[in-house]
C-alpha cells in the first residue's frame, strides 16, 4: 500500500475532524517512525508529548505484553493493583494525596472541575461555583473542559458554553485578583501554557496565584496534561516555580502511548468525591496502570530527565543560533523539551517543509514551531532537525 491509497480510504470512512498531513504512520522506535512505504522520520512531535519515553519503550512494551495476558479489564466495582501502584507511585513523587484515573486529558479535567464544585459546595454552599481560568489556554474538547478553555474559536458552533467561568490574560496578577469574586471558587491554570503558543509564565506568577488562592479560600487546579510526566525536565512542571496546588490533572505521557489520564488531590479536597459522585467505566484499567506504572518508574529511574535538561540546553542554544541568523524568528522559548520557535508569519509551511525532508514537528497558535520530541532525544538528532531548519529557512530570504 501506499500513503495515498490508504489516505482514500481514510477520507471515506472517518469523520473528517483532524486536518492530517499526508503520511500514513505504521511503526516506531526511539524517536524514528516509519509511514506505510517504509520512509523514516524523526518525530518532535511525539503524539503532542504522549510518547515522552520514545516510540514502543521497551519497559512499557514488556508491562503491556504481560498485563494483556493476565488481566485486560476488570470494573472499578473491584480493586485492581497496578491501578493502586500507579496511584502510589504518583503520590510518592508529588503533592497529592489521592488520585482518581480515568482514560483522556479532557477527562481529568471534567474530574476536576466536578470536584472542585462539590469541594465548593461541601464547604460554601452553591453559590460558589465559578472557575477562573487564562486566555490561550487549552483544556480539553468536551463541554465542561471546553469551557474552561479560554480560545473562542474552539467554542464556536458549540453554544451555549457550561455556565461558571471567566478568562483572564495570563500573567496578569492584577486582572485575576479583579475577576476573583463571591461566587468564585477555583483559579485553573496549564503551569506553562502548551497549544496557546508555550508560554511560559512569568517570575512569580504561580506564586501569586497560590497566595491569592490561599487568601480567598480558592482551590488552585493545574492541568499538567502535556507539561507533566517530565516534558519540562522535572517529572511535573510546577517543581520549577516551588508552588503546588489543590488538584491536578495529568493524562498524555502518562502510560508511554496507552490511553489514561488522572486526576491527582489532596487529602481534603478529595474527601468529596465519595461513593457514587464520579466514575469512569476504563478509568485506571490494569492494562493502561501497568503501563503507565512501566512508565513512570523508567521516567524516574532511567535519567530521563536528565537527559531532557541536558538536551534542552543544547536545543535552545541551536535554535538560539538560528534567531541570530534569521530576522523572521521572533523568539526562542520554552522549559526542558516543550520548546517553542515564534515566526513573524505563519509557520504550517514549515511543517510541511519539515515533513518532507524526514521531520515531524508541529506549528501552534498560527506562528509558533512547536518542539516536543521523546525525552531521549540525542544531541545528534537534534542537529539534524536544526540543520534541516537551517536549510528550509536560508531559502527564504
Ligand atoms: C491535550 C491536552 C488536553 C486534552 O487532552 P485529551 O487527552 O486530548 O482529551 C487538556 N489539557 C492540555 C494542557 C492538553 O495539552
Same mark, same amino acid.
Given at each position: ?26 511503526? /516506531? ?9 517504509? =520512509?523514516?522520520?524523526? *518525530? ?27 488481566l485486560l479489564h476488570v470494573s472499578n466495582?473491584?480493586?485492581i493493583? @497496578?491501578?493502586?501502584? &500507579?496511584?502510589?507511585? &504518583? ?99 496549564? %503551569? ?8 511560559? @509564565? ?20 493545574? *492541568? ?50 465519595? %461513593? ?5 467505566t476504563f478509568?485506571?484499567n490494569p492494562l493502561s ?6 512508565? &513512570? ?23 538560539? /543560533? &538560528? ?6 524568528? =521572533?523568539?526562542?522559548?520554552?522549559? /526542558? ?6 515566526? *513573524? ?37 537534534? *542537529? ?10 536560508? /531559502?527564504?530570504?
Amino acid at each position: 500500500m501506499t500513503n495515498e491509497e490508504v489516505i482514500k480510504v481514510s477520507q471515506d470512512v472517518l469523520a473528517q475532524t483532524y486536518g492530517r498531513f499526508p503520511v500514513v504512520l505504521v511503526k /516506531g522506535q526511539g524517536c524514528k517512525v516509519w509511514d506505510v512505504e517504509g =520512509k523514516e522520520y524523526l *518525530d518532535f512531535v511525539a503524539g503532542i508529548g504522549v510518547c515522552n519515553l520514545g516510540h514502543c519503550h521497551p519497559k512499557v512494551v514488556q508491562a503491556i505484553r504481560e498485563q494483556a495476558g493476565k488481566l485486560l479489564h476488570v470494573s472499578n466495582l473491584y480493586h485492581i493493583e @497496578p491501578q493502586i501502584q &500507579l496511584a502510589q507511585l &504518583l503520590i510518592k513523587h508529588s503533592f497529592a494525596d489521592r488520585v482518581f484515573f480515568c482514560n483522556s486529558g479532557t477527562e481529568a479535567n471534567e474530574a476536576a472541575i466536578k470536584l472542585t464544585r462539590k469541594y465548593s459546595q461541601d464547604h460554601f454552599g452553591a453559590g460558589r461555583f465559578e472557575i477562573i481560568s487564562l486566555l490561550k489556554s487549552f483544556h480539553g474538547r468536551t463541554l465542561g473542559a471546553l469551557a474552561a478553555t479560554g480560545q473562542e474559536r474552539f467554542h464556536k458552533g458549540f453554544e451555549p458554553m457550561m455556565p461558571g467561568f471567566k478568562f483572564v490574560p495570563q500573567g496578569d496578577l492584577e486582572a485575576m485578583e479583579g475577576a476573583v469574586g463571591d461566587s468564585t471558587c477555583a483559579i485553573f491554570v496549564e %503551569p506553562i501554557q502548551a497549544e496557546g503558543g508555550v508560554n511560559l @509564565p512569568p517570575e512569580n506568577y504561580l506564586q501569586g496565584l497560590r497566595r491569592l488562592c490561599d487568601r480567598r479560600k480558592l482551590l488552585l487546579i493545574y *492541568d499538567e496534561v502535556q507539561v507533566g510526566m517530565g516534558r519540562t525536565g522535572k517529572l511535573f512542571a510546577y517543581e520549577h516555580y516551588g508552588v503546588a496546588p489543590d488538584i491536578m490533572t495529568m493524562a498524555k505521557g502518562l502510560a508511554g502511548g496507552v490511553p489514561i489520564g488522572a486526576t491527582l488531590a489532596t487529602e481534603e479536597v478529595a474527601k468529596s468525591f465519595t %461513593p457514587g459522585t464520579h466514575a469512569a467505566t476504563f478509568g485506571g484499567n490494569p492494562l493502561s496502570t501497568a503501563a503507565g506504572l512501566a512508565a &513512570l518508574r523508567a521516567t524516574i529511574e532511567d535519567g530521563i530527565l536528565e537527559n531532557c535538561q541536558r538536551s534542552s540546553v543544547h536545543f535552545m542554544k541551536r535554535l538560539e /543560533g &538560528l534567531k541570530k541568523k534569521y530576522p523572521f524568528i =521572533k523568539d526562542v522559548r520554552g522549559k /526542558g523539551l516543550m520548546v517553542g520557535l515564534e515566526l *513573524d508569519r505563519e509557520g504550517k509551511s514549515v511543517v510541511t517543509d519539515c515533513l518532507k525532508k524526514g521531520f515531524l514537528i508541529n506549528c501552534t497558535n498560527e506562528t509558533v514551531l512547536r518542539f516536543i520530541p521523546p525525552l531521549i532525544v540525542t544531541r545528534e538528532e537534534i *542537529d539534524r532537525l536544526v540543520q534541516a531548519l537551517d536549510e528550509i529557512f536560508s /531559502g527564504w530570504s
